[in-house]
């Protein structure tokens, strides 16, 4: 894989986010032109943004949840700092650690 090519779950994920994003800005009744201002953006970044377009910066997308959600990145981060499989597979690494035994 290419440094500029995504793989087909990544492509689906930014896909499935523009399409949530766009959602939602049409639930809070914003125009395109609306939330880009107030996340400020450009509506051609917007734009790009709800159309799964893979190239846009983070803090771009971070910017545009702000808005349509204040508490919304912080939810997402929280999500990232749990990380289950990542602590399970941690745990699984651990040694284990052996009793004292009378028959020593």
Do not use: C, W, Y
């Not at 400020?40 to 943004?49: D, E, F, P, Q």
């Not at 983070?58 to 981060?77: G, H, P, T, Y």
Request: no cysteine; proline share 4%.
């Amino acid at each position: 894989m290419s440094a500029h090519s995504q793989s087909p779950a990544a492509l689906a994920a930014t896909l499935r986010l523009g399409k949530s994003i766009q959602d939602m800005r049409k639930r809070q009744r914003l125009t395109q032109e609306q939330l880009a201002e107030r996340a400020g953006v450009g509506r051609t970044t917007l734009h790009k943004l709800e159309n799964g377009h893979p190239g846009l910066a983070i803090a771009s997308v971070l910017e545009v949840l702000q808005v349509l959600d204040a508490e919304m990145v912080d939810r997402v981060l929280d999500v990232l700092d749990s990380d289950p499989l990542g602590r399970a597979l941690e745990r699984q690494r651990l040694p284990i650690r052996v009793g004292r035994d009378d028959d020593f």
